[in-house]
C-alpha cells in the first residue's frame, strides 16, 4: 500500500507513525529543511508546493491514497491549492516512471481522507451539531475550507472514495494556547461564553486512519471528542495543567473589542459537535475522551 501525505505537520507525523511498517509513506514536502525530520519518521519525501502547479507532477499515480492536510491559502474565499492537488492527482503516472507504477495507478480503487474546519457550519448559537447540518461559514478562513470540500466531494462523486472530517480546536502536550494563559488574558464570563470544541492530535491522526479504513464513500465525520467545554474552561483546563493562575472572566463585549479579528471570529461561534456518527459508524474510541485527559503527563 502508497499513502501520500500532503501537508506532513504534527498529525500527518502521528500518521506515519502509526502506519509505519504497514505501508510505503510519501509526503509532499516543499522544505529541503524537513527532509531529514520526515526520513527519521519513515517518510519518503516529495518536493513540490501545492502553489506552484508544475512541481506536482511528481506525485500522479504515486499512491493508494491520500490525506490532504494542507491548509487553504490566507486569503480569498476558494482553495486553489486543492485545485490544484486535485488536477495533479488526475493525471497518469509519467512512462518515464515504469510500467509498474502505472499499472499501479491505474487498477486500484483511489482513497482521499480530508482535514477540514467545524468552522464551516457557522455560529450554531451553541446548538448541538451532527454532520446534517448545512454548512453556513461566514467567514472568509471557513469558506476557503467549504471550497475545498465542495471540490474534494464533486471528485468523490467521480469515483475517488472520499472522506472528510471537520475538526475543531486541535491540541497537545506541545499545542495549546499556554501563552494566553501566561499573559493572562481574560475570558468571556460563563453565562455569555461560547462553546468550544477540541481533538487531541493523536485521536485526530487515528480517527483520519479510520476513515480511510472504514468510512462511507464522500462520507463527513466530526472529529471531536467529549469534553463539551465553553472556552474560558478550557482557557482554565490549560492554566491548570500549566500551574498558572485561572484567567481573569469580562464581560463579552470586553473581551472582542481587545482580541484580532481572527480570534474574534473563534468567540462570536458557538456550537456543540456531536462525535455520535464517528462512534456508531468507524466504532471510534477516543485515546483522550477529554482535554484534561490528554493534558496528562506522558
Not at 110 to 115: G, T
Request: hydrophobic fraction near 40%; charge should be positive; proline fraction near 6%.
Amino acid at each position: 500500500m502508497r499513502i501520500l501525505i500532503i501537508g506532513c505537520g504534527d498529525v500527518g507525523l502521528r500518521l506515519a507513525r502509526l502506519l509505519r511498517g504497514r505501508a510505503t509513506i510519501y509526503a509532499l514536502s516543499h522544505s529541503p529543511q524537513r527532509y531529514a525530520e520526515l526520513r527519521a519518521a519513515g517518510v519518503i519525501p516529495i518536493p513540490g508546493n501545492l502553489d506552484e502547479r508544475e512541481s506536482l507532477a511528481r506525485i500522479a499515480g504515486l499512491a493508494d491514497a491520500v490525506f490532504h492536510f494542507a491548509p487553504p491559502p490566507g486569503d480569498g474565499e476558494t482553495d486553489p491549492r486543492t485545485r490544484r492537488l486535485l488536477a495533479a492527482l488526475a493525471r497518469r503516472a509519467s512512462l518515464s516512471r515504469g510500467s509498474e507504477l502505472k499499472i499501479h495507478a491505474m487498477t486500484r480503487e483511489k482513497a482521499l481522507v480530508y482535514i477540514s474546519t467545524s468552522g464551516v457550519y457557522g455560529d450554531c448559537a451553541g446548538a448541538v451539531v451532527a454532520e446534517t447540518r448545512p454548512a453556513r461559514p461566514n467567514n472568509t478562513r471557513a469558506k476557503r475550507r467549504a471550497d475545498a470540500e465542495a471540490q474534494l466531494r464533486a471528485r468523490g462523486r467521480r469515483g475517488w472514495r472520499v472522506g472528510i472530517l471537520r475538526a475543531p480546536g486541535i491540541y497537545a502536550q506541545d499545542r495549546m494556547p499556554a501563552e494566553r494563559v501566561r499573559k493572562s488574558l481574560p475570558a468571556i464570563v460563563a453565562a455569555d461564553d461560547v462553546h468550544t470544541n477540541h481533538i487531541h492530535a493523536e485521536d485526530l491522526a487515528r480517527l483520519s486512519l479510520a476513515v480511510f479504513f472504514q468510512g462511507r464513500a464522500n462520507r463527513l465525520y466530526n472529529a471531536v471528542d467529549d469534553s463539551g467545554l465553553k472556552m474560558g474552561d478550557w482557557f482554565d483546563v490549560v492554566a491548570d495543567h500549566l500551574g498558572l493562575p485561572r484567567p481573569p472572566r469580562l464581560p463579552r463585549a470586553a473581551v472582542i473589542a481587545a482580541v484580532t479579528p481572527a480570534m474574534r471570529t473563534f468567540l462570536t461561534e458557538s456550537r456543540r459537535l456531536s462525535n455520535q456518527r464517528a462512534k456508531a459508524e468507524l466504532r471510534f474510541r477516543l485515546k483522550y475522551p477529554t482535554v484534561r485527559q490528554g493534558l496528562l503527563p506522558v
